[in-house]
């Protein structure tokens, strides 16, 4: 399987907001570049990880990251991603399809601290429909520095100690 270095563009403000805070994560869609950086951060920093994926490829090639802090979903519908029933510090949303993304964000609203979205660049919003959820936070950051764009969005923390 081919994967591109641009995949991992949202790596440099995930492991910022990663070392700012310290429960639990939540990963929307595993990849080549978030699965086995967020497996080694948490295992590091003793913090639970939770996983979920669709595809069955993806699920099938990280399936051996699950350990005791790592828990791993394959889900048919997202509709049955169980994840607004608990407190997230760090929301990774990044799966497909990609018009999907919106509605598990709207899940995170309430119950997550960070809620970092990848491919959040302008152009790409007839696809994504982000901007249907960012009324929903108080506090935007956009990281363009790296492309493609990737957005954190809060409603309990203030997100100006974040670059570009």
Same mark, same amino acid.
């Given at each position: 399987?081919?994967?591109y ?23 929307l ?55 607004? @029933?608990?407190?997230?510090? =760090?929301?990774?949303? &990044?799966?497909? /399809?990609? *018009?999907? #993304? ?7 609203? @309430?119950?997550?601290?960070? =809620?970092?979205?990848? &491919?959040?660049? /302008?152009? *790409?919003? #007839? ?7 960012y ?22 923390e ?7």
């Amino acid at each position: 399987m081919k994967y591109y270095p641009h995949w991992g563009s949202f790596q440099p403000i995930l492991i910022d907001i990663m070392r700012k805070t310290s429960g639990d994560v939540l990963e929307l869609g595993m990849g080549s570049f978030s699965t086995p950086l967020l497996h080694l951060l948490c295992l590091d920093m003793d913090r639970n990880l939770v996983s979920y994926e669709s595809d069955r490829v993806y699920f099938d090639m990280h399936n051996h990251f699950v350990k005791p802090h790592h828990t791993i979903h394959l889900v048919k519908d997202w509709n049955d991603a169980n994840i607004s @029933n608990r407190a997230w510090s =760090v929301a990774l949303v &990044d799966h497909k /399809p990609m *018009e999907r #993304r919106k509605e598990e964000i709207k899940k995170l609203v @309430n119950n997550t601290q960070y =809620v970092i979205i990848h &491919d959040s660049q /302008p152009k *790409e919003d #007839r696809f994504y429909k982000y901007s249907e959820i960012y009324p929903l936070f108080k506090y935007r950051f956009d990281y363009n520095k790296i492309f493609p764009q990737t957005t954190v969005l809060s409603n309990f923390e203030d997100l100006s100690w974040l670059r570009n």
